[in-house]
């Protein structure tokens, strides 16, 4: 994807992965600030987090 992102002051390619992953069988997320959030109980679960912590996020800017 190339595109800017609003805090972007040029153009550059954007390569979209998978945001879940396990770590020592724990579910996590990975977000663009290079942190990992959780541990969480289930995929979906995960995904709720993923929602809210991108509302937060947007709510910040």
């Known amino acids: 994807?190339?595109?800017m992102r609003a805090q972007d002051t040029t153009p550059a390619t954007h390569?979209?992965?998978?945001r879940?992953?396990?770590v020592n069988g724990?579910?996590?997320f990975s977000t663009r600030?290079?942190?990992q959030e959780g541990p969480f109980a289930?995929?979906?679960a995960a995904e709720r987090?993923?929602?809210a912590y991108i509302e937060r996020m947007q709510f910040r800017t």
């Open 1 to 3: 994807m190339y595109g």
């Open 20 to 22: 879940l992953c396990r």
């Open 15 to 18: 390569f979209r992965s998978a």
């Open 26 to 28: 724990d579910l996590y």
């Open 49 to 51: 987090e993923i929602r």
């Open 33 to 35: 600030e290079n942190t």
């Open 42 to 44: 289930s995929h979906e």
